[in-house]
């Protein structure tokens, strides 16, 4: 295998170790509740969890539904209702789902359970907007916090006081029925009061933390939504219980098997990546000439791998994902550097709203790109790396892949 092919074997490996049918049928192994069990599935990897719920349980389960992205559903599965919605953004799909969530469970009783099985893109996929704010609150919102660069924390922060159903909301509505819930994590420390903005989880956060936010970033709100960001969420709840099922250290971990396995020396940098993207792709190509010029953190053959999830601040007008934006920004740090190859991928498939998951340069990248008369330091404040990318074949297209946890970045140098 060439070094491109090496890169594509260890991301593939990374992905099949977190998807979640094993996880959530051993996690189903000795599940015990004698009222009625009913399924909800949020998030990108909803269809699978679902599925491997409904093998798992058979007909114990009496009702499902699951949300999931946009052609993230891959067919019908016996006793569930399946939705399709919009992610980053909620749209009106988003609500006629939840609303259809919250008519499931509104009679649920106490010696009922509600397996509840949780993905990224939870927060945008499952959503009720609180009193007096409406759903193009919520998308305005939005948009303008991802644009401005907040992390995925801040945004959560916000989205959980603007909600009936986030921050905790959903587990007092459903109460006094038994939520048990399955999560794959895509943020940062695992925090469950963050996976999805939480909705079966008490909130962490507070009103002056989700105002905070807001002046932060200097994000224009009606002064109705204002009113509205002042109302608490549960800071407590005694009918949940939560497991960890997916994460990206778990990616990390089987990507450095794989990695020793094809001869590569390894070492696990981070799995809690959480800097702009254009300012960690300078930083890896920074540690790929340290290793070139000697031999070090690591000797060669060897990979560096990194989990996380990087921002970008979007000023441009252009198209692309913070995946993408890490890759071409580092493609400048190794322009010349034989046998170099970056790659930085969405291990959902999806990098922003784009059909690529992410990037993978090398040290040709940039001579290919000024061949083409592509200026990437235009390009990058365009935020345009993605037909950057695509114009000298260095997208990273995996398809949808069912799973979600964050995102994976390998340094290969030979």
């Known amino acids: 295998m060439n070094m491109r092919e090496d890169a594509l074997r260890i991301v593939e490996e990374a992905i099949q170790a977190v998807y979640p049918e094993n996880a959530v049928k051993k996690a189903l192994e000795n599940l015990e509740s004698e009222g009625n069990i009913r399924v909800l599935a949020i998030g990108k990897a909803a269809w699978r969890m679902a599925r491997a719920a409904r093998e798992s349980l058979e007909n114990r389960v009496s009702e499902g539904i699951v949300i999931t992205k946009y052609k993230h559903s891959m067919g019908n599965i016996e006793g569930f209702e399946i939705f399709e919605a919009g992610h980053p953004i909620p749209d009106k799909d988003t609500i006629q789902a939840t609303k259809r969530v919250l008519d499931m469970v509104k009679d649920l009783k106490g010696g009922d359970l509600l397996l509840f099985l949780v993905s990224g893109g939870g927060s945008s996929l499952f959503e009720l907007p609180a009193e007096n704010v409406e759903l193009e609150d919520l998308i305005s919102i939005t948009d303008q916090l991802l644009r401005s660069g907040a992390t995925i924390l801040e945004i959560n922060a916000v989205r959980k006081h603007l909600s009936r159903v986030k921050g905790g909301h959903f587990a007092e509505t459903v109460h006094p029925a038994r939520i048990f819930s399955l999560v794959l994590s895509d943020v940062i420390g695992d925090r469950l009061d963050t996976i999805a903005s939480g909705p079966a989880y008490p909130d962490f956060t507070t009103s002056q933390d989700a105002l905070r936010i807001?002046?932060?970033?200097?994000?224009?709100?009606?002064?109705?939504?204002?009113?509205?960001?002042?109302?608490?969420?549960?800071?407590?709840?005694?009918?949940?219980?939560?497991?960890?099922?997916?994460?990206?250290?778990?990616?990390?971990?089987?990507?450095?098997?794989?990695?020793?396995?094809?001869?590569?020396?390894?070492?696990?940098?981070?799995?809690?990546?959480?800097?702009?993207?254009?300012?960690?792709?300078?930083?890896?190509?920074?540690?790929?000439?340290?290793?070139?010029?000697?031999?070090?953190?690591?000797?060669?053959?060897?990979?560096?791998?990194?989990?996380?999830?990087?921002?970008?601040?979007?000023?441009?007008?252009?198209?692309?994902?913070?995946?993408?934006?890490?890759?071409?920004?580092?493609?400048?740090?190794?322009?010349?550097?034989?046998?170099?190859v970056i790659a930085s991928v969405a291990t959902d498939g999806t990098d922003g709203p784009t059909d690529a998951a992410g990037g993978i340069v090398d040290g040709e990248t940039m001579t290919r790109l000024g061949e083409k008369g592509i200026d990437v330091a235009e390009v990058l404040n365009n935020n345009d790396s993605y037909h950057a990318l695509e114009a000298v074949g260095n997208l990273l297209r995996t398809g949808p892949t069912g799973t979600n946890v964050s995102d994976l970045i390998i340094l290969l140098c030979k």
């Open 214 to 340: 807001i002046e932060k970033y200097d994000i224009k709100l009606p002064s109705r939504v204002l009113n509205a960001l002042k109302k608490e969420t549960p800071k407590s709840l005694e009918n949940v219980e939560a497991r960890i099922v997916g994460s990206i250290s778990i990616a990390c971990e089987a990507a450095q098997v794989a990695a020793e396995q094809l001869g590569y020396n390894s070492m696990i940098l981070t799995t809690t990546l959480d800097c702009e993207a254009r300012e960690a792709g300078p930083f890896l190509s920074a540690i790929a000439r340290e290793i070139v010029s000697r031999d070090r953190p690591v000797k060669r053959p060897c990979v560096i791998i990194l989990g996380g999830e990087t921002v970008v601040h979007v000023k441009g007008r252009g198209l692309g994902g913070r995946n993408q934006e890490l890759a071409l920004s580092a493609a400048r740090g190794i322009r010349g550097l034989n046998n170099v």
